[in-house]
């Protein structure tokens, strides 16, 4: 069982810049994959980004060269910098654990609103 913690949500003007993190607590040797989701308003859940044990990452094309994904093992916390957002960017952001064994877990979700 794995518990998951999202912050660093808020309201930016386009161009800015968030920071969000994800801290996984629990039987965090159980996980395989850390990564960030979004849903839009109209829109269905995307994935963002994921970053794995060993440090293998993924982007979606839409945020590839603006967002990164990093983790800190230290802390077992997972981190999106995202900069240069737009207002397409506007959504609840996800973080999601994947397993070795058994069913992930999703957070709460945070909102990121990208707006003047």
């Known amino acids: 069982q794995v518990q998951v913690e999202e912050s660093g949500g808020g309201l930016v003007q386009p161009g800015g810049s968030l920071r969000l993190s994800c801290a996984a607590s629990?039987?965090?040797?159980?996980?395989?994959?850390m990564g960030w989701y979004r849903q839009a308003p109209g829109k269905q859940r995307e994935l963002v980004a994921w970053?794995?044990?060993?440090?293998?990452?993924y982007y979606a094309d839409s945020v590839k060269g603006r967002f990164t994904i990093s983790r800190d093992n230290a802390k077992n916390t997972a981190y999106l910098q995202m900069n240069s957002l737009k207002p397409d960017d506007t959504a609840v952001y996800y973080c999601?654990?994947?397993?070795?064994?058994?069913?992930?877990?999703w957070g709460q979700g945070t909102q990121v609103t990208v707006s003047s």
């Open positions: 970053i794995t044990d060993d440090g293998s990452t």
């Open positions: 629990g039987n965090i040797f159980s996980i395989y994959l």
């Open positions: 999601k654990t994947t397993h070795y064994l058994g069913s992930p877990n």
